[in-house]
Structures are given as C-alpha cells and as structure tokens.
C-alpha cells in the first residue's frame, strides 16, 4: 500500500525558513517523480514544485521560483521541501504527491499546515 | 504561467447529470495536455478520478467520465448522488515538470 506522510508544517514568521518531510512507502521511491501541491485556507489547489526521480530535474512554480528547494533521499524515501523567505501568502496545507503514468497524480499524502504570521 | 479556468460552482439535482469544464487561457485544452481531475471532500487529501483525458482510477465508478468538449477538458457526472457533494479540480500539464490547477468548482448536489 502507497503511503505518504508529510511533517515538519508549523508557525513561522515572516521571513522564516521551514524545511517539510514526505516519508514514501509503498512502491520504488527512486522510480517515480514526486511534487509538492499546496492549498491556502478556503483555496484551490497549487502547484508548487516538483522533481524526478533521480532528483536531477526540479521544477517550479513562478510563485516560489528561488525561495523554495525542492529535493529527496532515495536512501530514506523521503521527499522535501526547503522553503526560505517565507510570505504570508505563503501559509497553506503543503501536500505530497506522487506522480503516477500519464502526467497524473496518483497518490496524495494527507498535508502538513504550514502557517507564516508574526 | 497560463490560467485554467473553471466554473466557480455548479448545481445538479439527485440522478441528474453535470459537465464541469477546464479551459486554458492561451488556447485549447488538447490530450496533449493529459488533464486529470481531482475530488475533494473538506479536510480530506485530494482523490484522483480521471487522469489522462478520460482513464478512470482504481475504483472510481463508471458514473464518473471525461472527456474533451469545444476545447476544454470536461469531467462529467451521470446519476449524481449525494456523495458527489464535492470540490472538483481539473490539472493540466504543461510539459517540462510544469502542472497548473484549475480554480475549483464547488459541486452541489440538491
């Protein structure tokens, strides 16, 4: 069974740096792109960032681009998002989510809230 | 980075059938762009339901289909049930890593 299970969400002040944790289980961690989608209070869904598999390839939303890194462990099966310069705008429930056939999003983890006020 | 737009909200009676679309701000939604569609019940992870056009997930009944209608993706629901009562959002990919999210509709079923 595909597992994902995101930490390291909390209150953080503006201007703070943050870093999430999406430990995978389940399936071959190293096959598969993983990303990150992020859902304000009362908010659509997000796309914020993703990578391939290996890692090599990473990707951004314009709205993040160069305050947030987007990395992972094959070792540990665990994804991560360093998030730096932290807005307001930024506070939202950050979800993993892997990256199945055909361009989709085939599992999600269950979010970790991520809350930036002073 | 493009827009994709959705209908705010939509209302369908119980039994009833409902089309929400996808539309991209800089043209038409093709395969090419494998829309998927999520459901989302408040406080709950997003579910997938359709990705690549029109492919069903594991489990997902046959009520729920999708397909491409007047250049926009389109989810539709045959025989509505209460259930249904959900947040819908269509994803589109726009190749190179980059996915952008629909808005959202807000599904009422009553």
């Known amino acids: 069974e595909v597992q994902l299970l995101e930490s390291g969400g909390g209150l953080v002040q503006p201007g703070g740096s943050l870093r999430l944790s999406c430990a995978a289980s389940g399936f071959t961690f190293s096959s598969y792109g993983m990303s990150w989608v992020r859902q304000a209070p009362g908010k659509g869904l997000e796309w914020v960032s993703g990578l391939s598999g290996s890692g090599i390839s990473t990707d951004y939303a314009d709205s993040v681009k160069g305050r947030f890194t987007i990395s992972r462990d094959n070792s540990k099966n665990t994804l991560y998002l360093q998030m730096n310069s932290l807005r307001a705008e930024d506070t939202a429930v950050y979800y993993c989510?892997?990256?199945?056939?055909?361009?989709?999003?085939?599992?999600w983890g269950q979010g970790t809230l991520v809350t930036v006020s002073s | 980075q493009s827009v994709v737009t959705q209908e705010p909200s939509f209302s369908v009676s119980p039994g009833g059938t409902v089309t929400l679309t996808c539309a991209l701000s800089?043209?038409?939604?093709?395969?090419?762009?494998?829309p998927s569609w999520y459901q989302q019940t408040p406080g709950q992870a997003p579910r997938t339901l359709i990705y690549?056009?029109?492919t069903r997930s594991s489990g997902v009944p046959d009520r729920f289909s999708g397909s491409i209608l007047e250049n926009k993706a389109a989810l539709t629901i045959t025989g509505a049930q209460a259930d249904d009562e959900s947040d819908y959002y269509c994803v589109l990919y726009m190749g190179s890593g980059i996915w952008v999210f629909g808005g959202g509709t807000k599904l009422t079923v009553l």
């Open positions: 800089s043209g038409s939604v093709s395969t090419s762009y494998y």
């Open positions: 690549s056009t029109n």
């Open positions: 989510a892997k990256r199945g056939g055909a361009n989709q999003f085939d599992y």
